[in-house]
C-alpha cells in the first residue's frame, strides 16, 4: 500500500526496469567482446581485467577518454543509432595505438532524458562492434536516466580505453629524423570532428539527413554523414608484431594536420606535406563548395581523407607500407620530415576539393 499522493522514481522520470531490461539486452554483445584478460560479464560494481592473462614482460598503461561530438545531433535527428557507438570506440583506441599500446578494455557512460531500451541496444550493438574491431573488451559502463537535463530524445556518450605497451616500444620513438618518410591512411569519411561546421553546412543548404547525399544520391545525407570512424587498431598491430619500424603515429581528429601532427614529433622537425597525393573523398569537396570553406579551414577542422599518419625510415617505408596494404589500409606516400623552419607543418600543391 502506498499513502495517497505518494511519489515514486518512475513518477519522477526514471524508469529503473527499463534500465534493467537494457541490461538484459546488451550482455550478448558485451559477451561477443571477450578477449584475453576479460571474461566479457557485467554486473559488477566495476570491470575487471587480468593484466597477467597478456605475458607482458614490463608494460605500461595508456588510458584515453572521447566522445563523438555534435555527430550526435546527426544521429538523433536522423534516427539512426546503429554505429555512433563504432565511432566512440574508434576515437578512444586509435588514440591509444598511436603511442604502441594495444588497446585491452573499454567502458562507456550514456546519458539521456528517457531511457528508450531498444535505442540503448543499439548504441550499445555499435560499441561492441568498435569493440571487436579493436580487439578489446567491454568490460562495463554506466546508463544514467536523466529527465530534466535532457530534452526529448537527447542523448550523450562518452568513452573510456585502456591498453598497454611494452615500455621499449612506446611510441613515438625517439628516432624521428630528417629525411624520415610520411605515409597516410585513408579514412572512412569526415570520422567524428567537425560536426557543428558539418551541420552548419548542412543548415545553410537547405537540407534534411532523409536527403539523398549530394556528392552520392545512393544513400541518404544522414547515412553518409554518419559513416563510423575507421578503426585502425589491427592493421598497426599486425605490423608492430612484425616490425619496429615504425617511428610516430598520428591520429588526425580535431585540428587536422597542423595540430595533430607536431603533437609527435620533436621541436626541431615538421611535416611536410603533398597534399596533391590525398585523394580526397567527395563529402570534403561538398562540404568545401557549399559552405564555401577555404582549403586552409579544411585541413584544420577535417581528416580531408587521411585518418592516421605513420613516420618511417625511407629504408622502411616501402615494405612497412606493403605490410599495411597487407592488413587492409588504403596507404599514401604523404610527404617527408624535414627541419623545422617555424611551421611545424608546411603543405605543396593543391586540395582536391
Given at each position: 500500500?502506498?499513502?495517497?499522493?505518494?511519489?515514486?522514481?518512475?513518477?519522477?522520470?526514471?524508469?529503473?526496469?527499463?534500465?534493467?531490461?537494457?541490461?538484459?539486452?546488451?550482455?550478448?554483445?558485451?559477451?561477443?567482446?571477450?578477449?584475453?584478460?576479460?571474461?566479457?560479464?557485467?554486473?559488477?560494481?566495476?570491470?575487471?581485467?587480468?593484466?597477467?592473462?597478456?605475458?607482458?614482460?614490463?608494460?605500461?598503461?595508456?588510458?584515453?577518454?572521447?566522445?563523438?561530438?555534435?555527430?550526435?545531433?546527426?544521429?538523433?535527428?536522423?534516427?539512426?543509432?546503429?554505429?555512433?557507438?563504432?565511432?566512440?570506440v574508434a576515437m578512444c583506441v586509435n588514440d591509444l595505438v598511436v603511442q604502441g599500446a594495444e588497446p585491452?578494455?573499454?567502458?562507456?557512460?550514456?546519458?539521456?532524458?528517457?531511457?528508450?531500451?531498444?535505442?540503448?541496444?543499439?548504441?550499445?550493438?555499435?560499441?561492441?562492434?568498435?569493440?571487436?574491431?579493436?580487439?578489446?573488451?567491454?568490460?562495463?559502463?554506466?546508463?544514467?536516466?536523466?529527465?530534466?537535463?535532457?530534452?526529448?530524445?537527447?542523448?550523450?556518450?562518452?568513452?573510456?580505453?585502456?591498453?598497454?605497451v611494452e615500455r621499449e616500444r612506446l611510441l613515438p620513438s625517439g628516432t624521428i629524423a630528417h629525411g624520415?618518410?610520411?605515409?597516410?591512411?585513408?579514412?572512412?569519411?569526415?570520422?567524428?570532428?567537425?560536426?557543428?561546421?558539418?551541420?552548419?553546412?548542412?543548415?545553410?543548404?537547405?537540407?534534411?539527413?532523409?536527403?539523398?547525399?549530394?556528392?552520392?544520391?545512393?544513400?541518404?545525407?544522414?547515412?553518409?554523414l554518419l559513416q563510423p570512424t575507421r578503426i585502425y587498431v589491427k592493421p598497426l598491430l599486425e605490423v608492430?608484431?612484425?616490425?619496429?619500424?615504425?617511428?610516430?603515429?598520428?591520429?588526425?581528429?580535431?585540428?587536422?594536420?597542423?595540430?595533430?601532427?607536431?603533437?609527435?614529433?620533436?621541436?626541431?622537425?615538421?611535416?611536410?606535406?603533398?597534399?596533391?597525393?590525398?585523394?580526397?573523398?567527395?563529402?570534403?569537396?561538398?562540404?568545401?563548395?557549399?559552405?564555401?570553406?577555404?582549403?586552409?579551414?579544411?585541413?584544420?577542422?577535417?581528416?580531408?581523407?587521411?585518418?592516421?599518419?605513420?613516420?618511417?625510415?625511407?629504408?622502411?617505408?616501402?615494405?612497412?607500407?606493403?605490410?599495411?596494404?597487407?592488413?587492409?589500409?588504403?596507404?599514401?606516400?604523404?610527404?617527408?620530415?624535414?627541419?623545422?623552419?617555424?611551421?611545424?607543418?608546411?603543405?605543396?600543391?593543391?586540395?582536391?576539393?
Amino acid at each position: 500500500m502506498h499513502p495517497k499522493n505518494s511519489l515514486t522514481y518512475r513518477d519522477a522520470g526514471v524508469d529503473i526496469d527499463a534500465g534493467n531490461e537494457l541490461v538484459q539486452r546488451i550482455k550478448p554483445h558485451v559477451r561477443s567482446t571477450r578477449r584475453p584478460g576479460a571474461d566479457g560479464e557485467i554486473g559488477g560494481f566495476g570491470g575487471i581485467f587480468d593484466l597477467k592473462a597478456l605475458g607482458m614482460q614490463d608494460p605500461l598503461l595508456v588510458a584515453a577518454n572521447d566522445g563523438v561530438g555534435t555527430k550526435l545531433r546527426i544521429a538523433i535527428e536522423a534516427g539512426l543509432h546503429e554505429t555512433i557507438g563504432i565511432d566512440l570506440v574508434a576515437m578512444c583506441v586509435n588514440d591509444l595505438v598511436v603511442q604502441g599500446a594495444e588497446p585491452l578494455f573499454f567502458l562507456d557512460y550514456f546519458a539521456t532524458g528517457k531511457l528508450d531500451p531498444a535505442q540503448g541496444e543499439a548504441i550499445v550493438k555499435g560499441i561492441a562492434e568498435g569493440c571487436r574491431q579493436a580487439g578489446c573488451a567491454l568490460i562495463g559502463g554506466e546508463t544514467a536516466e536523466m529527465p530534466g537535463l535532457y530534452q526529448g530524445d537527447d542523448y550523450d556518450l562518452a568513452g573510456f580505453a585502456v591498453g598497454a605497451v611494452e615500455r621499449e616500444r612506446l611510441l613515438p620513438s625517439g628516432t624521428i629524423a630528417h629525411g624520415d618518410v610520411i605515409l597516410g591512411l585513408t579514412s572512412s569519411g569526415v570520422h567524428s570532428n567537425g560536426y557543428s561546421l558539418v551541420r552548419r553546412v548542412v543548415e545553410r543548404a537547405g537540407l534534411s539527413y532523409g536527403d539523398p547525399a549530394p556528392y552520392d544520391a545512393s544513400v541518404s545525407l544522414g547515412e553518409s554523414l554518419l559513416q563510423p570512424t575507421r578503426i585502425y587498431v589491427k592493421p598497426l598491430l599486425e605490423v608492430f608484431a612484425q616490425s619496429t619500424g615504425v617511428k610516430a603515429l598520428a591520429h588526425i581528429t580535431g585540428g587536422g594536420f597542423p595540430e595533430n601532427i607536431p603533437r609527435v614529433l620533436p621541436e626541431h622537425l615538421r611535416a611536410d606535406i603533398d597534399i596533391n597525393a590525398i585523394h580526397v573523398p567527395p563529402v570534403f569537396g561538398w562540404l568545401s563548395r557549399e559552405g564555401g570553406i577555404e582549403t586552409s579551414e579544411m585541413l584544420r577542422t577535417f581528416n580531408c581523407g587521411i585518418g592516421m599518419i605513420v613516420v618511417v625510415s625511407e629504408a622502411e617505408a616501402a615494405s612497412i607500407g606493403a605490410m599495411l596494404q597487407a592488413a587492409g589500409e588504403e596507404v599514401v606516400p604523404l610527404g617527408r620530415i624535414l627541419q623545422n623552419k617555424g611551421e611545424r607543418v608546411t603543405f605543396n600543391g593543391e586540395l582536391s576539393l
